[in-house]
C-alpha cells in the first residue's frame, strides 16, 4: 500500500506523494491508473516529492494524467509548500521544480504564495516552433485569435475575449493545445476582462484538460494582460477569477518575477493499492 495525500488549490486537485524516503515506482501506465477518476483516484496532476538537489527543502516532480510530465505547477507548488512549512515548522520554503527553485511563503490570513520567476517570453524557451511575434501568435480558431504565448516554466496560450463563459473550450482547447506552433503542446487560457477590473478565466490545461484553477495559467493571464495593456499588474496583485474561486497576481517590476497567492486545502489522506 502506498499512503497519498489529496490536496487542491481552488478545486486544482492534487494526489500527492512523499518519495524522499523511498522512491516510488511511476511507469506511465501506472500514473494514467491512479489519474482515472473512476478506477482510481483522479487528479488533476500528481506530484512526487523527491530529495532536493539545488539545497531547496525539497523537489517537486509534477505528473498530468495523461502520463506526461510538467516543468511547472502554481497551484501544486503552493500545496507542497504548504505541507513542507509544516513539517518544518516555518513560514517559508523553497520548491525546486523543473521550472527552477520557487520559494514560498504562507501569509497571516494563511493564503500561501509562490515566487513563479520571471516569465519566458522569448520563442524558443516558451517554447514556440518558430520565430513569431509572441504577442500576437498567428493563430485563429472560430472565436479565438490574436493570443499571447507566455512561458512560466510550461507554455501558455492566452486568448482575450468578449466573453470567457461563452467559448467552447472542451472542443477547442484541445485543438489549441495540439497547434503545430506548439512543439511541445500547450496550455490554453481564454480570458475577458470584467467591469470590476477582475480578469475572468477559464482553462484548458495540457494533459489533463479543463480545471478549475491553474496557477501557472492564472500567472501567463497576468502577464498576457499587462502587456497587452489590459491591467497594470506590477504595482498591487490584480485578481483573476477561475471556476474554483480567486487567485491574486503579481508582476514585480524590480526582479521581473511573478508572485501568486491563493487558498490550499488538504481534503484527505488515504492508501492506494494501484
Ligand atoms: N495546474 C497547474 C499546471 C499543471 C501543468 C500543466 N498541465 C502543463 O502540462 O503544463 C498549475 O497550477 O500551474
Redesign the pocket.
Known sequence: MLAFRKMH?LG?DFVVLDARAKPVDLPESRIRAIGDRHRGIGF??LLVIEPPTDGSTAFMR?Y?PDG?E???????TRCVAHLLMDEAGSDEVAVQTRRGRLPSYRNSDGTVSVDMGAPMLDWQDIPLARDVDHLHLPIELEVLHDPVAVGMG??HCVFFVPDAEAVDLSRLGPQIEHHPMFPERT?VEVASLGPDGVLRLRVW????GI?L?????TCATAVAAHLRGHVDASEQPIRIRVDGGELAIQWRQDDGHVIMTGPIATSFLGEMAL
Open positions: 488549490g486544482n488533476d496532476q509534477i498530468n506526461s510538467a516543468q511547472a505547477c502554481g497551484n501544486g510550461n507554455p496550455n490545461e495540457r494533459g489533463a480545471t484553477a491553474c496557477g501557472s495559467g
